[in-house]
């Protein structure tokens, strides 16, 4: 199974919104709607963001949220603020049973 | 509050194996309707997942990983476990285990993650 593609870094200024895209195959993303995000900040484990596409887990800001259209999924931030400042990873379920990350995107606050 | 803690050795000479356990504190695995996993990260480098485990029957492998890799699970001792064998540098990377959720019974998210324990591969 191939890493799905996310755009190596992504710049935004305080107060902007950024997209991120997670691009896979029908295998993958474009298969189930079981995509989800994390954010990692430097000697950190993983957060999870957003799951299965659009949902967020309790206690995370309505400013992340997530969409998909055929094998591209995107993670998109509201509002950005410093502390958005980090390395971004969308994972998928594949039609194996498996599950795959895609590259990471750092994200850096101007 | 879920937490997960991971342990082994830091260092492990090419050929041998890898061997990593995660303990569960907080929650009890026994009984538990959620799948738990391993996921590794090499130094400035991106998540890959590794294998998930529900109990002695059901669990899943990374194909690229799976002739090298056996998850286990002790619900006795709250712990789920990792061998990878013939390492070599490339599986030098920080290991983290992982709680499959918030769905139940299903592998597609991880919603708890242990703080990761640096496993570095040389003689």
């Known amino acids: 199974q191939s890493a799905l593609t996310q755009p190596a870094s992504v710049s935004g200024s305080p107060g902007q919104s950024i997209t991120i895209s997670c691009t896979g195959t029908?295998?993958?993303?474009?298969?189930?709607?079981?995509v989800s995000w994390y954010q990692q900040h430097p000697g950190k484990a993983p957060k999870l963001m957003i799951y299965?596409?659009?949902n967020r887990p309790s206690g995370v800001s309505n400013r992340f949220s997530g969409s998909k259209s055929d094998n591209t999924a995107s993670l998109t931030i509201s509002g950005l603020q410093s502390e958005d400042e980090a390395d971004y990873y969308c994972?998928?379920?594949?039609?194996?049973?498996?599950?795959?990350f895609g590259g990471g995107t750092r994200l850096t606050v101007l | 509050q879920l937490q997960l803690q991971e342990s082994g050795p830091g260092l492990v000479k090419p050929s041998e194996t890898l061997s990593l356990t995660c303990t569960v504190s907080?929650?009890?695995?026994?009984?538990?309707?959620?799948?738990w996993g391993w996921i590794r990260q090499p130094p400035g480098k991106g998540l890959e997942w590794i294998a998930s485990?529900?109990?002695?029957?059901?669990?899943y492998y990374n194909p690229s990983l799976k002739s090298r890799v056996t998850i286990s699970i002790d619900t006795s001792k709250n712990q789920f476990s990792l061998k990878l064998n013939s390492v070599t540098a490339a599986d030098t990377a920080v290991y983290y285990c992982?709680?499959?959720?918030?769905?139940?019974?299903?592998?597609?998210?991880?919603?708890?993650w242990g703080q990761g324990t640096l496993v570095t591969v040389s003689s």
């Open positions: 992982a709680r499959h959720g918030p769905v139940l019974n299903a592998i597609r998210t991880f919603d708890y």
């Open positions: 907080g929650g009890s695995i026994s009984g538990s309707t959620y799948y």
């Open positions: 485990i529900y109990n002695i029957w059901s669990s």
């Open positions: 029908s295998s993958d993303v474009g298969g189930y709607n079981y």
């Open positions: 299965d596409v659009t």
């Open positions: 994972s998928s379920l594949t039609r194996n049973t498996a599950l795959v």
